[in-house]
């Protein structure tokens, strides 16, 4: 069974940054599509952002142009920079992976906040 391990949420005041990473272990298959979604509070999950195993990335609107997110396929880790974060950003922050063959795999979340 593939597992993901997330970290770096945390609380952070408005306009500051976090970064967040989520390891893959145990994958049989190489993983194509990694990415991270968010769900905040009586919200439904919506993605946030995603890289291909060829580098292309996708961004939600709302994030573009203020989080990066990238990935280390040596270590099987795809990591989330946020910066000039907002509290609309408050959320728990989901890791998603899909191999090859198409399974689909979830972290188990970390809490993001952003509040002064």
């Known amino acids: 069974q593939v597992q993901l391990v997330e970290s770096g949420g945390g609380l952070v005041q408005p306009g500051g940054s976090l970064r967040l990473s989520c390891t893959a272990s145990?994958?049989?298959?190489?993983?194509?599509?990694m990415g991270w979604y968010r769900q905040a509070p009586g919200k439904q999950r919506e993605l946030v952002a995603a890289?291909?195993?060829?580098?292309?990335?996708n961004y939600a609107d709302s994030v573009r142009g203020r989080f990066i997110v990238s990935r280390d396929n040596a270590k099987n880790t795809v990591y989330l920079q946020m910066n000039s974060l907002k509290p609309e950003d408050t959320a728990v922050y989901l890791c998603?992976?899909?191999?090859?063959?198409?399974?689909?795999?979830w972290g188990q979340g970390t809490q993001v906040t952003v509040s002064s």
């Open positions: 890289i291909h195993d060829g580098g292309m990335t």
């Open positions: 998603r992976i899909q191999d090859r063959i198409g399974f689909v795999s």
């Open positions: 145990n994958n049989r298959f190489s993983i194509n599509d």
